[in-house]
């Protein structure tokens, strides 16, 4: 069974700095997916990363794909508060559809 | 364009009961998958059905089922509900799968088992 595991599981960081969580899985996937979680809301789709060395950006988030070390970082620049939220990466492989724990992130002003 | 719709968005039962929870894909979409979430074991993957299809299924008891209708709408069922049961299911509609990229996720619903 695939494991993907994030870390940090909780982050707090004050506006404007900057940091990266990471997201490592166990053996190969075929694409890999970051979400964002308000509390008590669904998951918004953030980016999808289909072959190593993609990178995509969107506003202050940032993620990068890294398939030879089984490796996907989310960097976040110049935090604002509007960014906390709970950040999950996900995997999939073959038919199944794998989910990491999640990284509780706040930001303060 | 309106979004992925699941009712109901809460509801309580108890124990030994069964649920019927449905989702609504997003107009021309043809995928839609679950998920379960719980604090305990976090997001997991239920089943994933495609033109009415079940086309993936996750590691889940018989108890956890659901189908797809000819418009794409979707149900699952849970039966003989048990306490660790209780948790957010979430539905997620996309074109054509998790092949083509993203997914949209409705707002949930919301389970309690007493």
């Known amino acids: 069974e695939l494991k993907v595991e994030q870390n940090p599981l909780f982050l707090s960081m004050q506006e404007g700095k900057n940091y990266t969580i990471y997201c490592n899985y166990s053996?190969?996937?075929?694409?890999l997916y970051w979400y964002r979680q308000d509390p008590g809301k669904s998951l918004e789709s953030l980016f999808v990363?289909?072959?190593?060395?993609a990178v995509k950006q969107e506003g202050r988030l940032m993620a990068s794909l890294d398939t030879k070390a089984r490796l996907s970082t989310l960097h976040i620049t110049a935090a604002v508060h509007d960014l906390s939220a709970t950040y999950f990466c996900?995997?999939?492989?073959?038919?199944?559809?794998?989910f990491g724990t999640g990284t509780s992130l706040t930001v303060i002003p | 364009k309106a979004g992925v719709t699941q009712t109901p968005r809460y509801l309580i039962k108890t124990r030994g009961q069964q649920v019927t929870l449905s989702c609504s894909p997003i107009s021309g979409h043809r995928s839609v998958s679950w998920y379960q979430q719980t604090p305990g074991q976090g997001l997991q993957f239920l089943f994933e059905y495609f033109s009415e299809t079940q086309r993936n299924k996750g590691n889940f008891p018989g108890r956890f089922s659901g189908r797809q209708f000819s418009n794409s709408r979707s149900e699952m069922n849970v039966s003989t509900l048990e306490l660790g049961d209780s948790a957010l299911y979430l539905c997620?509609?996309?074109?054509?799968?998790w092949g083509t990229g993203e997914l949209f996720f409705g707002e949930g619903s919301r389970l309690t088992v007493l």
């Open positions: 997620a509609s996309s074109l054509e799968g």
């Open positions: 996900a995997v999939t492989t073959g038919n199944q559809f794998y």
């Open positions: 990363l289909l072959s190593n060395g």
């Open positions: 053996t190969t996937s075929d694409r």
